[in-house]
């Protein structure tokens, strides 16, 4: 089966600026998948180009096995596009805005109507459908906007950073959401910069930074093959860990306990179990920690996420 | 669908066109403002000598200026509301986008040149049933009146044009060309003056003529198709900046 998105090797500068360098990625239909970066990694760049909005300099980017430079018009019918910035005509109100947009995608009359009940009811907005957008919080028009973007029922829905700015109540709205839409089948392309969303949401991620993707898969083959694999102790009277033999690294602080990453961690665990029986210290906890996107981004590129 | 979708388009721009000026309340205070001082002034003053109906007519040197606006607001509103990123991303070609939103310029231009013929027009007539202006005035109000709107009307093709590629050079790599779009703007905006003071020197006194052109001038059958050319021009040069040169 054609993935739902296929970018082979596309390249696009700003103004000598290289954007993207060269970036792959392949998206299965039916799937969500997590674009997860720092700002400037190439995310929405990526995004513009599937859109339409921008062009590759080079490479071939295809939407449902669709060139996105010869089908643009054809593509954009099957993609809801839900960009970074609020993308609402302010004075209007939610329900004008939705008639607006159901009728540029051809949605019109009774279905129309019909159509805007429905998604407003999913982004949970249904009895503020009269109010002019500018009276709305950051998340409410970022719901009435992901409202907009669902009105002809696309295919492929692709979010850019949906979740920035906005509060929880919103974002928890969004997760629905994206959940609802998995079932019926739409394929979900969804960019953050926060981890815990991807590992939420996603089933495939890509990780890009500097305009490459540096690591891309299921969730937990990335975690598997780049994740640090780490030791987790916690004993019961607090105070320093038993030391363990040389090789396994220096234990660090995390929580109540302390934490040491090692590519043996099923050695290490054993290890420190001796350890701490020898020294008759208590053990409350101890247990080798499931690798986290954070330890796969700093493994990959040697600097947090968050620092980004 | 496709013939529909661009009514949609159409209407789309038109609406949001609309609500700007619906929403402006204070110009319209203005116009009011403005159309009982007239009404005042020709009350006063129209039946005296040297006072010419012709003088209604000057408030049309300012519209080229307001069809480049018309355009221009069309395109720049989307940079601005950040709206680009749908209104870019819709299902049609953006000459298909940009076509529309020329089309809306273009009935707004339509209505305000009907709207405001139509003021001028029942100036004069009131005018006449106050002090009793002769058939001859009249005609000859009329005839410069057709003139003032004939060539406004021939010019706002071009001026719509103009104002839809400054809009998008704004947010254009080529960005550098916008100092000469904006001198074009000034310079062929004022083109009633132009024609003006090709006829008329001095200030307007009793020797003023306020006609522009005869309408059998040839300025007409040989003008307008230059015009309607480089209008098209430029129409094209602002699709083509839309789909290449773009900054976004």
Same mark, same amino acid.
């Given at each position: 089966?054609?993935?739902?998105?296929?970018?082979?090797?596309?390249?696009?500068?700003?103004?000598?600026?290289?954007?993207?360098?060269?970036?792959?990625?392949?998206?299965?239909?039916?799937?969500?998948?997590?674009?997860?970066?720092?700002?400037?990694?190439?995310?929405?760049? @990526?995004?513009?180009?599937?859109?339409?909005?921008?062009?590759?300099?080079?490479?071939?980017?295809?939407?449902?096995?669709?060139?996105?430079?010869?089908?643009?018009?054809?593509?954009?019918?099957?993609?809801?596009?839900?960009?970074?910035?609020?993308?609402?005509?302010?004075? =209007?109100?939610?329900?004008?805005?939705?008639?607006?947009?159901?009728?540029?995608?051809?949605?019109?009359?009774?279905?129309?109507?019909?159509?805007?009940?429905?998604?407003?009811?999913?982004?949970?907005?249904?009895?503020?459908?009269?109010?002019?957008?500018?009276?709305?919080?950051?998340?409410?028009?970022?719901?009435?906007?992901?409202?907009?973007?669902?009105?002809?029922?696309?295919?492929?829905?692709?979010?850019?950073?949906?979740?920035?700015?906005?509060?929880?109540?919103?974002?928890?709205?969004?997760?629905? #959401?994206?959940?609802?839409?998995?079932?019926?089948?739409?394929?979900?392309?969804? @960019?953050?910069?926060? #981890?815990?969303?991807?590992?939420?949401?996603?089933?495939?991620?890509?990780?890009?930074?500097?305009?490459?993707?540096?690591?891309?898969?299921?969730?937990?083959?990335?975690?598997?093959?780049?994740?640090?694999?780490?030791?987790?102790?916690?004993?019961?009277?607090?105070?320093?860990?038993?030391?363990?033999?040389?090789?396994?690294?220096?234990?660090?602080?995390?929580?109540?306990?302390?934490?040491?990453?090692?590519?043996?961690?099923?050695?290490?665990?054993?290890?420190?179990?001796?350890?701490?029986? !020898?020294?008759?210290?208590?053990?409350?906890?101890?247990?080798?920690?499931?690798?986290?996107?954070?330890?796969?981004?700093?493994?990959?590129?040697?600097? @947090?996420?968050?620092?980004? | 669908?496709?013939?529909?979708?661009?009514?949609?388009?159409?209407?789309?721009?038109?609406? #949001?066109?609309?609500?700007?000026?619906?929403?402006?309340?204070?110009? +319209?205070?203005?116009?009011?403002?403005?159309?009982?001082?007239?009404?005042?002034?020709?009350?006063?003053?129209?039946?005296?000598?040297?006072?010419?109906?012709?003088?209604?007519?000057?408030?049309?040197?300012?519209?080229?200026?307001?069809?480049?606006?018309?355009?221009?607001?069309?395109?720049?509103?989307? +940079?601005?509301?950040?709206?680009?990123?749908?209104?870019?991303?819709?299902?049609?070609?953006?000459?298909? =986008?940009?076509?529309?939103?020329?089309?809306?310029? =273009?009935?707004?231009?339509?209505?305000?040149?009907?709207?405001?013929?139509? !003021?001028?027009?029942?100036?004069?007539?009131?005018?006449?049933?106050?002090?009793?202006?002769?058939?001859?005035?009249?005609?000859?109000?009329?005839?410069?009146?057709?003139?003032?709107?004939?060539?406004?009307?021939?010019?706002?093709?071009?001026?719509?044009?103009?104002?839809?590629?400054?809009?998008?050079?704004?947010?254009?790599?080529?960005?550098?060309?916008?100092?000469?779009?904006?001198?074009?703007?000034?310079?062929?905006?004022?083109?009633?003056?132009?024609?003006?003071?090709?006829?008329? @020197?001095?200030?307007?006194?009793?020797?003023?003529?306020?006609?522009?052109?005869?309408?059998?001038?040839?300025?007409?059958?040989?003008?307008?198709?230059?015009?309607?050319?480089?209008?098209?021009?430029?129409?094209?040069?602002?699709?083509?900046?839309?789909?290449?040169?773009?900054?976004?």
């Amino acid at each position: 089966m054609n993935p739902a998105i296929a970018m082979d090797r596309v390249v696009k500068s700003y103004e000598g600026k290289p954007a993207l360098k060269g970036i792959s990625l392949a998206v299965r239909e039916g799937g969500c998948f997590g674009l997860l970066g720092p700002n400037g990694a190439g995310k929405s760049t @990526s995004m513009k180009i599937l859109t339409g909005l921008l062009e590759p300099d080079r490479g071939a980017a295809r939407v449902f096995g669709r060139d996105v430079r010869r089908d643009g018009a054809e593509i954009r019918r099957q993609i809801g596009y839900v960009p970074q910035a609020i993308t609402l005509y302010e004075k =209007l109100s939610a329900y004008d805005n939705l008639v607006f947009f159901g009728e540029m995608y051809g949605v019109r009359g009774g279905q129309l109507k019909k159509r805007i009940g429905e998604v407003l009811a999913q982004v949970g907005l249904a009895d503020r459908a009269k109010d002019a957008v500018e009276k709305f919080s950051g998340g409410m028009k970022r719901r009435v906007n992901i409202a907009a973007a669902l009105l002809h029922r696309p295919r492929l829905i692709i979010m850019d950073e949906p979740t920035v700015g906005i509060d929880p109540q919103s974002r928890n709205h969004i997760f629905e #959401m994206i959940r609802s839409l998995r079932r019926e089948g739409a394929t979900v392309l969804y @960019s953050t910069h926060y #981890m815990e969303e991807v590992e939420a949401l996603c089933d495939e991620l890509a990780i890009v930074d500097r305009g490459e993707v540096i690591a891309q898969g299921e969730l937990g083959d990335v975690l598997d093959r780049y994740g640090a694999r780490a030791v987790y102790l916690e004993l019961q009277e607090g105070g320093t860990p038993p030391p363990l033999p040389a090789g396994f690294g220096k234990p660090v602080p995390k929580e109540r306990g302390w934490l040491i990453e090692t590519p043996r961690p099923l050695e290490a665990l054993t290890a420190w179990a001796a350890a701490c029986e !020898a020294g008759s210290a208590g053990v409350k906890r101890l247990e080798i920690v499931r690798p986290s996107l954070e330890s796969v981004f700093l493994s990959l590129t040697g600097t @947090s996420l968050r620092d980004n | 669908m496709e013939h529909g979708t661009f009514a949609a388009l159409f209407r789309h721009e038109f609406h #949001m066109d609309f609500r700007r000026w619906r929403n402006l309340k204070w110009a +319209w205070i203005y116009v009011a403002a403005l159309l009982v001082l007239a009404l005042a002034a020709l009350t006063l003053w129209g039946g005296q000598k040297g006072f010419r109906l012709e003088f209604l007519l000057f408030a049309t040197y300012a519209f080229p200026y307001l069809v480049f606006g018309f355009s221009y607001r069309s395109v720049k509103r989307e +940079w601005t509301g950040s709206t680009f990123g749908w209104w870019l991303t819709l299902p049609y070609s953006r000459a298909r =986008l940009l076509l529309a939103k020329y089309a809306a310029s =273009l009935g707004q231009t339509g209505i305000a040149l009907a709207a405001y013929f139509g !003021a001028v027009t029942l100036l004069a007539l009131y005018n006449a049933a106050v002090h009793g202006a002769s058939g001859s005035e009249l005609r000859q109000f009329a005839e410069v009146a057709v003139q003032y709107l004939l060539i406004v009307a021939f010019i706002s093709p071009f001026m719509l044009s103009l104002g839809l590629l400054t809009g998008i050079l704004v947010r254009s790599h080529w960005k550098a060309l916008l100092p000469l779009t904006w001198v074009a703007f000034g310079v062929l905006g004022n083109v009633l003056n132009w024609l003006n003071l090709a006829r008329n @020197s001095g200030p307007a006194g009793d020797d003023y003529d306020p006609t522009l052109f005869p309408l059998e001038s040839p300025v007409y059958w040989l003008g307008v198709p230059a015009i309607l050319a480089l209008a098209s021009l430029l129409l094209a040069g602002a699709v083509k900046v839309c789909n290449k040169y773009l900054a976004l």
